[in-house]
């Protein structure tokens, strides 16, 4: 069984930086895809990023591209979110999410297209 557990949100001000981490256990971590979504309350749940199963291809959101960056340790079976430059509207519940087809070469950009989940990890941005 697959399972994801992200790590790394908190509380920051404005202007900071926060590194989120996605643990995957239960079936070969590298032969897949890996997303980043969030969702701020009262909000739908939106793509944030994506990466193909060797960190070869990978795509953002408009609204984080330049400031976010999505790496694949797959020795680690983790991926990271490396944020900066937060703003107010970055806050919400970031969860991961693996894909469900082995080596696709370009990662899937829509939620229902990811097969599995994380928790969630709380990211706060003060003003």
């Known amino acids: 069984q697959v399972q994801l557990v992200e790590s790394g949100g908190g509380l920051v001000q404005a202007g900071g930086s926060l590194r989120l981490s996605c643990l995957a256990s239960?079936?070969?971590?590298?032969?897949?895809?890996m997303g980043w979504f969030r969702q701020a309350p009262g909000k739908e749940r939106e793509f944030v990023s994506a990466?193909?199963?060797?960190?070869?291809?990978?795509y953002y959101a408009d609204s984080v591209k330049g400031r976010f960056t999505t790496i694949r340790d797959n020795a680690k079976n983790t991926v990271y979110l490396q944020m900066s430059s937060l703003k107010p509207e970055d806050t919400g519940v970031y969860y991961c999410a693996a894909d469900a087809v082995a080596y696709s070469p370009d990662p899937p950009g829509r939620s229902n297209e990811y097969s599995y989940w994380g928790q969630g990890t709380q990211v706060t941005v003060s003003s």
């Open positions: 239960g079936r070969t971590f590298s032969r897949y895809a």
């Open positions: 990466l193909n199963w060797n960190g070869g291809s990978g």
